[in-house]
């Protein structure tokens, strides 16, 4: 399964472009902190992603602001077929 949940605050978002096929594309950067128990102890967590979304989901993340908390649902993809960096592919946006 391939599912990831995320909660953070936007820190950027690029402009809506278009695929070749006509289909909207935004992508965002979303960092999030808080805290987790891993290993029975607690520990301070931190990280930021590249989230990408299409279709009306992209026309929906290009509405938000940066600073605006979210919470984010989709699957881990490679960026592009040659590339080994993740990106999240969005099938759900929430403002939190």
Known sequence: MNRLVISGTLNQIETLR??????????????HRGSQTLANQARQVECELTVQASGSLANQLTQLTVGTQVKL???????SVNSRQL???LNRIEKE
Not at 18 to 31: D, K, L, M, R, T
Not at 73 to 79: F, Q, V
């Open 18 to 31: 278009y695929s070749p096929a006509g289909v909207p594309i935004a992508e965002a950067v979303v960092h």
């Open 73 to 79: 649902e989709g699957a881990l993809n490679r960026r």
């Open 87 to 89: 990106i999240l592919i």
